[in-house]
């Protein structure tokens, strides 16, 4: 599974310690996901390994091989059940000694998982618990059983949400996080999508999740990955009415003009705000110049 997700298109592979991994084979899956990190050729993906709980008997451990044992190939630690700051500041304090002691040259990361109403409460104090943090999770499926909701389908993350719910179940907790993560320069992230064989439903939740801020939605199969990096990349005509945004407010600006209209609609500095990060990202992925 290692090697495939290192062919896939994943912009970002995290080897996984928590969830996916029976209680028996924590020890033989920590040494495995060391043994990929360091003995892959990942290329130029971003390699992470989520680690298990530190409400767990494993996870100290976890944290302190994996940094250990891990050369530079490795971008971060993804914690789960981040509750509250002082499971960053854990982490953080125990990766500063590692890397003191060894020298490492790029200090590690760290994504931290929100998944409780604990932690959706605490989310402002845990995205400045660190500069180490690079992103925030939302884990739908735990976050939904902290608060008693209910279980629309068989894995709980995500599907089947249109038939109880009248629109977005998780438009508060999402845009929360998306809100705590882009005040303080981190990337917000989705949740995965259970049903990996309904591609119109995960388009559906991608788009969601795009469209409340988030830059991206983990997948758990390699089925899922080119639908959302198509949700997630700037199409054609979203880079065409940037540049369009973007010239016409220049034109406006040369005339002394504080906002400017196109095709009958009017566009001020929000606009360009707006067009101006699109057409950014568009171009740092090679699909505009």
């Given amino acids: 599974m290692h090697r495939k997700a290192r062919e896939s298109a994943a912009d970002v592979v995290m080897l996984d310690l928590e969830d996916s991994v029976p209680l028996n084979a924590k020890v033989a899956a920590r040494r495995a996901a060391i043994e990929a990190v360091n003995n892959l050729d ?3 993906k971003t390699i992470t390994v989520r680690m298990n709980g530190f409400d767990t008997p494993f996870g100290f451990r976890d944290l302190l091989e ?8 490795l971008s971060a630690i993804v914690i789960p059940k981040v509750d509250h700051p002082a499971d960053i500041h854990c982490a953080a304090r125990l ?4 890397e003191m002691e060894h020298g490492k040259g790029s200090p590690m990361g760290i994504e931290a998982t929100i998944e409780s109403a604990q932690g959706m409460q605490n989310i402002c104090d845990i995205a400045v618990a660190s500069p180490r943090l690079i992103s925030l999770i939302f884990g739908i499926a735990d976050y939904s059983a902290s608060i008693g909701a209910r ?7 995500g599907e089947a949400e249109e038939q ?4 977005h179940r998780w438009n508060f907790a999402l845009s ?3 809100m705590a993560a882009k005040a303080n320069d981190l990337l917000a992230v989705d949740a995965p999508y259970g049903n990996f064989k309904d591609i119109p439903g995960l388009q559906r939740a991608a788009s969601m999740s795009c469209a409340l801020g988030c830059d991206g939605k983990w997948v758990i199969h390699p089925g899922q990955i080119d639908t959302i990096n198509r949700v997630f990349s700037p199409s054609a005509e979203e880079i065409a009415r940037a540049r369009k945004i973007l010239d016409a407010y220049q034109v406006a600006q040369q005339q002394g003009i504080g906002a ?8 001020d500095n929000a606009t360009v705000r707006l067009a101006q990060r699109l057409w950014q990202q568009a171009v740092k992925m090679g699909i505009a110049c």
Avoid: K, Q
């Fill in 151 to 157: 279980l629309t389908s068989l894995s709980g993350h």
């Fill in 95 to 98: 990766l500063d000694g590692i």
């Fill in 260 to 267: 400017a209209a196109v095709d009958g609609r009017m566009i």
């Fill in 176 to 178: 929360r996080l998306v």
């Fill in 66 to 73: 994996v940094a250990l044992e891990t050369g530079e190939a």
């Fill in 164 to 167: 109880i719910y009248p629109g």
């Fill in 42 to 44: 990942w290329g130029d």
